[in-house]
């Protein structure tokens, strides 16, 4: 087996390289000195990639996402925020309605029927549910966050706001 020479210059590079790499597994600088002599360190460079790219991964679904879009149906009842005058309903009865709308969006019905039957919200029943895309801080905090917090095509429960009983759908 016949060994090659190296030259000093890359002796320098290839000595500090190796020391580095065998004190601290994942060190930023060894990945510079690796290419400059690829034949004698192609193992070390592995290892340092491969273990960022997990963490950042793992990182990226926990940021929130800045907007999102949804659809709701909203139950009112008499006295709650901007409900209409038609509605009557006591606010037992708007939970439990509401209750029966979240129970059959978990069940697979489809979200923009139950929009249509059970929405007192007027103005989002003309966009079947849809309340176009929108930031945390556009909605009231308890909608915001029940919204922020399911995946897209998830169905919340039953959420309050000052305007009633929400059922929501995230669809992005």
Request: aromatic fraction near 6%; charge should be positive; include cysteine.
């Amino acid at each position: 087996m016949r060994i090659p020479m190296l030259s000093p210059r890359s002796l320098l590079l290839l000595v500090p390289a190796l020391l580095l790499a065998c004190q601290d597994p994942r060190p930023p600088a060894p990945a510079p000195a690796t290419s400059a002599a690829p034949a004698a360190a192609p193992s070390p460079t592995p290892a340092p990639t491969a273990a960022p790219t997990p963490e950042k991964t793992a990182a990226a679904p926990e940021k929130p996402p800045e907007w999102i879009t949804a659809q709701h149906v909203l139950v009112a009842y008499k006295g709650a925020k901007n409900a209409p005058k038609t509605v009557t309903r006591s606010k037992a009865d708007a939970k439990k309605r509401a209750e029966e709308v979240a129970g059959k969006a978990k069940a697979g019905e489809d979200f923009t029927a139950l929009v249509k039957e059970y929405s007192d919200d007027a103005a989002t029943v003309e966009r079947l549910g849809s309340l176009g895309k929108f930031k945390a801080d556009g909605m009231v905090k308890p909608f915001s966050d029940a919204a922020f917090a399911l995946k897209v095509d998830e169905t919340s429960g039953v959420v309050e706001t000052p305007f009633g009983f929400h059922v929501i759908k995230r669809n992005q």
